[in-house]
Structures are given as structure tokens and as C-alpha cells.
């Protein structure tokens, strides 16, 4: 985290990199995950020194994340889909496409 960064700021990174985790990524991309996240939430509120015409005039990464978890109208990405696939063991998911993630995920 950046020098002066608030608590809150903190928790929210230390979060992020947990579910990131838990989602399956690596100890590396969840940092790179949660740091990016938390960069772009900063510089959203005013709270960094520069920010770039993206992070502050881009959709909210909040917003983003409840499209990819299911809450948006296409729901989990194929990753996400694989992952879940992956915990339940679920036979020949390396092979399956999207919609048949889904229909795999449904039946088990």
C-alpha cells in the first residue's frame, strides 16, 4: 500500500486479496488484483496525487465485480465457472464451454 494510506484503505486491500485468493489466484495476481483495485478506488475519491482519465471516469470496480459474479445479465465468467468446476471435481470441465460449465455446475 501507499505511503499514507488510510485504514480503511488498508482492510479494503487486505480483503480483496483474500477473495482473490479464495477465487483460486495466485498470491502475486491477488496483490496485483487487490493493489489496482484500491489504486483505482483512491483515485476515484480524490484521494491520489494523479489519477488517469480511466480510473476516474471509468465504471467503478465494484460495479464491474457484481457484473462478473453473477448479479449482471451474463453472470460468472467461464474462469469463475472452471474454478467451481475444478472444486467439485466435476470430470471433463477442461473440455466444456461456458454454457456447459453452467449446465454441469446446475446438475452437481
Do not use: C, F, W
Request: positive net charge.
Amino acid at each position: 500500500m501507499p505511503r499514507g494510506s488510510s485504514s480503511k484503505r488498508e482492510r479494503q486491500y487486505e480483503h480483496i486479496k483474500e477473495s482473490a485468493q479464495d477465487r483460486g489466484e495466485s498470491a502475486e495476481r491477488a496483490k496485483e488484483i487487490a493493489g489496482r483495485t484500491v489504486n483505482k478506488e483512491r483515485a476515484r475519491s480524490g484521494e491520489s496525487k494523479t489519477a488517469s482519465r480511466s480510473s476516474t471516469q471509468d465504471m467503478s470496480s465494484g460495479r464491474r465485480g457484481g457484473q462478473r459474479s453473477g448479479r449482471g445479465s451474463e453472470g460468472p465468467t467461464y474462469d469463475q465457472l472452471y474454478e467451481e468446476a475444478r472444486r467439485r471435481n466435476i470430470h471433463g470441465r477442461s473440455d466444456m464451454n461456458k454454457q456447459q460449465l453452467r449446465q454441469a455446475l446446475d446438475k452437481g
